[in-house]
């Protein structure tokens, strides 16, 4: 669409420059990865609809976090407590189904995420702390919490509206933990890219200080994204407790290094002003996949962190690359 | 001063005895000037001069501590950017504040983007809007979609004028738009300020070349240390005498 001659100062015109590797790494690279394992794993199971599907629903946690983290991320923040708010999230509902029932339960673990993702968000946003520093010491705080809180113990959910709702129900067919994917990218997908909000966070991570001359309240988005994270931080507990009829300090704990590589690979620039969610169900997918695939093999779980931290390794590689085009 | 106004029309800026201190120390003292419309005022001074300083009073970011800003002969009250927004006076700062990886059309419209009536934002609208004013300032761009980054110095620059002139209905205050431009990115952003005159805004611009005072200013308002030395006609000046106000060598 030209609009006027552009002349010999355009460089965004030849496909070479347009092309963005970035933006296809994780389309290519979830291609790349599920026809390796269809091929290395043809007589495992990997190709088989109960494993593909499987993959799909233990991914759903991390993707909800993920989408979180897209926001905080594109805002130019990050947020290491996401592992933490699940298992204190699940535990609050666990303990408050069991105590008071459904509506409380699931309310005090929405509440929970939200309220620590505002506590991060406050810190940051009005403290004017760094939000790796801020989010670092609530991932430990909470760790400790949910740990205290109950011995170290497993709590039973036995609640079905709830297992149901969260975990193994189904509707129309399908199951809830892929109706709560479908849904939480939808919305996402379309606050983030639609909305004015979308916008005034893609501007704050891209540049604060164009983003507070035009009048956006660069505070107040920072509070914002945090707070989104730490709700769908929650969300993603209430879906283990829901998946597991259970609630642990455990839960979440290795989801942390899992969704930032899903969010990176998925398009996220580490220091703001792009981002994707579409592209972060795509890396979610991914690293679900990449998981199940080295289980197959027959690697060890030290083994599956070696080649997790590779391929993370490789995303920032691309990620920073693009930045600094 | 007799060159200090021109009193055919109604001024869009009028500064009354602008006075400004930070804690024991004085920036601006004595500080009147008017721009009319269709008018493009100089700003010219050694560094420290305060010329940076009037420009944040005039755009909302530090009120003066005396002295009255009026706009359209109504005296305003600003304490803070986005009041100065509301009136009709864009600022175009030295480092843009364009968000680079965003697009043309997404900075032209930053912080103010406009939703359909689902509350979705407006695209279609900002890049027809952001398109048209492209074309009537002759800003060369290859695409409203084109993202910033991807865009020469010069072609910056012009967004970021484009932005301030479809905003502002009074003042647009350039804070040296060229200084980190070429020879040929110059002579472009040049001709874009002198087209702003057509649109019957004022502009108040900073500028470090002389060369380039003189050619688009009507007027040029000389400060030294904070105080304002003079008003000149540009016309009715040269380098010399300009120059000679600047470093001191001249009073009044």
């Excluded at chain 1, 629903?57 to 905080?72: D, E, H, N």
């Excluded at chain 2, 060159?3 to 004595?30: C, H, M, W, Y």
């Excluded at chain 2, 100089?42 to 009120?63: E, F």
């Excluded at chain 2, 043309?104 to 279609?124: A, K, S």
Aim: proline letters at 3%; glycine letters at 10%.
């Amino acid at each position: 669409m030209p609009i006027a001659n552009a002349g010999a100062a355009d460089r965004t015109g030849g496909f070479a420059s347009r092309f963005n590797l970035q933006q296809y790494v994780v389309y290519l690279g979830f291609l790349a990865i599920f026809l390796f394992f269809a091929v290395v794993l043809r007589d495992s199971g990997f190709l088989t609809v109960r494993n593909l599907s499987n993959i799909v629903l233990q991914t759903a946690p991390a993707t909800i976090m993920a989408i979180g983290l897209v926001f905080v991320m594109a805002a130019g923040e990050i947020d290491l407590s996401i592992g933490s708010i699940v298992a204190v999230a699940a535990l609050a509902a666990a303990v408050t189904i069991n105590a008071y029932g459904l509506a409380p339960g699931v309310l005090a673990g929405l509440g929970a995420g939200l309220l620590i993702g505002f506590v991060n968000g406050a810190l940051v946003a009005y403290v004017k702390l760094p939000s790796f520093l801020v989010t670092l010491a609530t991932m430990g705080l909470f760790a400790g919490v949910s740990r205290s809180m109950t011995n170290l113990r497993s709590i039973p959910v036995t609640d079905s509206t709830f297992t149901g709702f969260f975990g193994s129900g189904s509707l129309l067919g399908v199951p809830s933990l892929i109706w709560w994917t479908v849904i939480a990218v939808a919305v996402g997908h379309l606050v983030f890219r639609e909305s004015r909000f979308g916008a005034h966070v893609l501007a704050t991570g891209d540049n604060a200080r164009a983003a507070a001359v035009s009048g956006i309240s660069v505070p107040r988005i920072r509070l914002a994204v945090l707070t989104i994270s730490g709700g769908l931080a929650g969300l993603a507990g209430l879906l283990y407790a829901g998946r597991l009829q259970a609630a642990k300090y455990t839960l979440g704990e290795t989801d942390l290094m899992t969704v930032i590589a899903a969010v990176i690979v998925g398009g996220t620039l580490l220091n703001g002003g792009k981002g994707s969610i579409v592209g972060a169900l795509v890396g979610s997918l991914m690293m679900g996949m990449l998981n199940n695939g080295l289980i197959l093999m027959g690697l060890s779980v030290s083994d599956q962190m070696i080649v997790r931290g590779l391929i993370i390794l490789a995303a920032v590689a691309v990620s920073l690359r693009e930045k600094n085009r | 001063m007799p060159a200090n106004a021109i009193s055919t029309n109604v001024p869009v800026l009028q500064l009354t005895d602008i006075r400004k201190t930070f804690g024991g120390i004085t920036a601006i003292e004595k500080f009147s000037l008017d721009v009319h419309p269709g008018e493009i005022v100089a700003l010219v001074g050694d560094n420290g001069a305060g010329k940076s300083t009037l420009i944040k009073i005039v755009s909302g970011v530090h009120p003066p501590t005396s002295g009255s800003i009026a706009i359209d002969n109504e005296i305003v009250a600003m304490s803070n950017a986005t009041m100065a927004r509301a009136r009709g006076i864009e600022v175009v700062y030295q480092d843009l504040a364009l968000a680079d990886q965003q697009s043309v059309y997404m900075n032209m419209f930053l912080g103010r983007e406009p939703v359909n009536r689902f509350g979705l934002l407006d695209r279609r609208r900002m890049i027809a809007e952001t398109e048209q004013l492209v074309k009537e300032l002759d800003v060369r761009i290859p695409s409203a979609h084109a993202t910033i980054r991807d865009l020469s110095g010069g072609q910056r620059q012009g967004v970021a004028i484009a932005r301030a002139t479809h905003w502002a209905s009074k003042l647009i205050l350039l804070d040296e738009p060229t200084a980190a431009l070429g020879v040929a990115e110059t002579a472009k952003v040049e001709e874009i300020v002198l087209s702003l005159k057509s649109r019957n805004i004022g502009v108040l611009i900073i500028s470090h070349s002389l060369d380039q005072v003189f050619r688009l200013s009507d007027r040029i308002c000389v400060l030294r240390r904070g105080r304002q030395i003079g008003v000149r006609k540009t016309a009715e000046t040269d380098k010399n005498q300009i120059v000679a106000m600047i470093t001191g060598l001249q009073e009044h």
